[in-house]
Nanobody, 121 residues
Framework: QVQLVESGGGLVEPGGSLRLSCTASRHSGITAMSWARRILGEERELIATTTSDGSTNYAGSVKGRFTISRDNAGNTVYLQMNDLKPEDTGVYYC????????????????WGLGTRVTVSS
């Protein structure tokens, strides 16, 4: 199994920045790590993904403002959030997809418990 722990959430004014961190209990077998968020009244939205080859993908709502990066040696993924807006307020979750089982034939998905981001004056 993979345990994920997020940190870095908090209160920030509009236009400000936050850096979220997610640390995984292991690196081996992880094929992708992502950040998702749940805004009140909305479905959970996948906002940023990075794969083992270093490629990244972003939701249109955050593209150009958020940057995902991965520290493979430290089993940590980051989400740098700039130019934050009130509509960014919500709970942010870290996600990992990992190959497990005999021969690595299964792909399982794990989620952290989330960290809350509040953007308000």
């Amino acid at each position: 199994q993979v345990q994920l722990v997020e940190s870095g959430g908090g209160l920030v004014e509009p236009g400000g920045s936050l850096r979220l961190s997610c640390t995984a209990s292991r690196h081996s077998g992880i094929t992708a790590m992502s950040w998702a968020r749940r805004i009140l009244g909305e479905e959970r939205e996948l906002i940023a993904t990075t794969t083992s080859d270093g490629s990244t993908n972003y939701a249109g709502s955050v593209k150009g403002r958020f940057t995902i990066s991965r520290d493979n040696a430290g089993n940590t993924v980051y989400l740098q959030m700039n130019d934050l807006k009130p509509e960014d307020t919500g709970v942010y979750y870290c996600d990992a997809r990992a190959r497990e089982g005999k021969g690595g034939g299964s792909i399982n998905e794990y989620w952290g418990l989330g960290t809350r981001v509040t953007v308000s004056s």
